[in-house]
Nanobody, 124 residues
Framework: QVQLVESGGGLVQAGGSLRLSCAAS????????MGWFRQAPGKEREFVAA????????YYADSVKGRFTISRDNTKNTVNLQMNSLKPEDMAVYYC?????????????????WGQGTQVTVSS
Protein backbone atom coordinates (compact mmCIF):
# COMPACT_ATOMS: atom_id res chain seq x y z
CA GLN A 1 0.00 0.00 0.00
CA VAL A 2 1.55 3.24 -1.14
CA GLN A 3 1.67 6.05 1.38
CA LEU A 4 2.83 9.61 0.81
CA VAL A 5 3.05 11.81 3.89
CA GLU A 6 3.93 15.48 3.58
CA SER A 7 5.44 17.61 6.31
CA GLY A 8 7.15 20.96 6.71
CA GLY A 9 4.37 23.39 5.93
CA GLY A 10 3.72 26.43 8.06
CA LEU A 11 3.58 30.19 8.26
CA VAL A 12 6.39 32.27 6.81
CA GLN A 13 6.87 35.91 5.88
CA ALA A 14 7.24 36.92 2.26
CA GLY A 15 10.85 36.45 1.21
CA GLY A 16 11.34 33.60 3.65
CA SER A 17 11.97 29.89 3.11
CA LEU A 18 10.34 26.58 3.90
CA ARG A 19 11.36 22.99 3.20
CA LEU A 20 8.64 20.46 2.51
CA SER A 21 9.26 16.73 2.76
CA CYS A 22 7.30 13.80 1.40
CA ALA A 23 7.91 10.44 3.03
CA ALA A 24 7.15 7.68 0.54
CA SER A 25 6.48 4.08 1.57
CA UNK A 26 4.80 0.92 0.39
CA UNK A 27 6.97 0.07 -2.59
CA UNK A 28 10.19 0.84 -4.37
CA UNK A 29 9.95 4.21 -6.06
CA UNK A 30 13.07 4.11 -8.20
CA UNK A 31 11.00 3.77 -11.38
CA UNK A 32 8.52 6.45 -10.37
CA UNK A 33 8.20 10.15 -11.08
CA MET A 34 7.42 12.23 -8.01
CA GLY A 35 5.68 15.55 -8.15
CA TRP A 36 4.66 18.49 -6.02
CA PHE A 37 1.39 20.26 -6.73
CA ARG A 38 -0.43 23.05 -4.93
CA GLN A 39 -3.97 24.24 -4.61
CA ALA A 40 -5.11 27.62 -3.37
CA PRO A 41 -8.72 28.27 -2.29
CA GLY A 42 -11.01 28.57 -5.28
CA LYS A 43 -8.31 27.53 -7.73
CA GLU A 44 -7.44 24.35 -9.54
CA ARG A 45 -4.59 22.15 -8.45
CA GLU A 46 -1.44 23.24 -10.25
CA PHE A 47 1.89 21.67 -10.97
CA VAL A 48 4.91 22.96 -9.06
CA ALA A 49 7.82 20.59 -9.66
CA ALA A 50 8.67 16.98 -10.47
CA UNK A 51 11.63 14.64 -10.31
CA UNK A 52 12.34 11.28 -11.86
CA UNK A 53 13.52 9.20 -8.95
CA UNK A 54 15.91 7.01 -10.94
CA UNK A 55 18.24 9.62 -12.41
CA UNK A 56 17.11 12.76 -10.65
CA UNK A 57 16.02 14.80 -13.67
CA UNK A 58 13.77 17.67 -12.66
CA TYR A 59 11.15 19.98 -14.11
CA TYR A 60 9.62 23.16 -12.69
CA ALA A 61 6.67 25.40 -13.28
CA ASP A 62 7.79 28.78 -14.61
CA SER A 63 6.28 30.48 -11.56
CA VAL A 64 8.73 28.75 -9.18
CA LYS A 65 11.80 28.28 -11.38
CA GLY A 66 14.89 29.67 -9.69
CA ARG A 67 13.20 29.81 -6.28
CA PHE A 68 12.17 26.20 -5.59
CA THR A 69 14.33 23.08 -5.72
CA ILE A 70 13.04 19.51 -5.76
CA SER A 71 15.29 16.68 -4.65
CA ARG A 72 15.11 13.11 -3.45
CA ASP A 73 16.90 11.28 -0.67
CA ASN A 74 17.35 7.63 -1.51
CA THR A 75 18.41 6.66 2.00
CA LYS A 76 15.34 8.17 3.65
CA ASN A 77 12.92 7.55 0.76
CA THR A 78 11.83 11.16 0.80
CA VAL A 79 11.22 13.82 -1.82
CA ASN A 80 11.90 17.35 -0.71
CA LEU A 81 10.87 20.77 -1.94
CA GLN A 82 13.07 23.63 -0.85
CA MET A 83 11.14 26.86 -1.27
CA ASN A 84 13.03 30.16 -1.13
CA SER A 85 11.98 33.76 -1.73
CA LEU A 86 8.39 32.86 -0.97
CA LYS A 87 5.67 35.16 -2.21
CA PRO A 88 2.07 35.59 -1.05
CA GLU A 89 0.93 33.95 -4.28
CA ASP A 90 2.77 30.77 -3.24
CA MET A 91 0.29 30.31 -0.41
CA ALA A 92 -1.62 27.05 -0.91
CA VAL A 93 -1.98 23.47 0.24
CA TYR A 94 0.98 21.56 -1.18
CA TYR A 95 0.57 17.95 -2.23
CA CYS A 96 3.10 15.24 -2.96
CA UNK A 97 2.21 12.82 -5.75
CA UNK A 98 3.66 9.76 -7.46
CA UNK A 99 3.21 8.30 -10.90
CA UNK A 100 4.48 5.16 -12.57
CA UNK A 101 4.86 7.10 -15.81
CA UNK A 102 8.48 7.50 -16.79
CA UNK A 103 7.75 10.81 -18.48
CA UNK A 104 7.42 13.83 -16.24
CA UNK A 105 3.86 15.11 -16.36
CA UNK A 106 2.37 18.39 -15.15
CA UNK A 107 -1.17 17.01 -15.26
CA UNK A 108 -2.63 15.96 -11.89
CA UNK A 109 -4.69 13.09 -13.32
CA UNK A 110 -1.50 11.41 -14.57
CA UNK A 111 -0.46 10.79 -10.98
CA UNK A 112 -1.53 7.60 -9.25
CA UNK A 113 -0.93 8.38 -5.59
CA TRP A 114 -1.35 11.49 -3.46
CA GLY A 115 -0.53 12.65 0.01
CA GLN A 116 -2.93 14.47 2.29
CA GLY A 117 -1.34 17.87 1.75
CA THR A 118 0.42 20.43 3.92
CA GLN A 119 -0.55 24.08 4.29
CA VAL A 120 1.89 26.81 3.33
CA THR A 121 0.92 30.31 4.43
CA VAL A 122 2.92 33.34 3.30
CA SER A 123 2.27 36.65 5.01
CA SER A 124 2.96 39.89 3.18
Amino acid sequence: QVQLVESGGGLVQAGGSLRLSCAASGRTFTSYTMGWFRQAPGKEREFVAAIRWSEGSTYYADSVKGRFTISRDNTKNTVNLQMNSLKPEDMAVYYCAATRNVKISITPNRYDYWGQGTQVTVSS
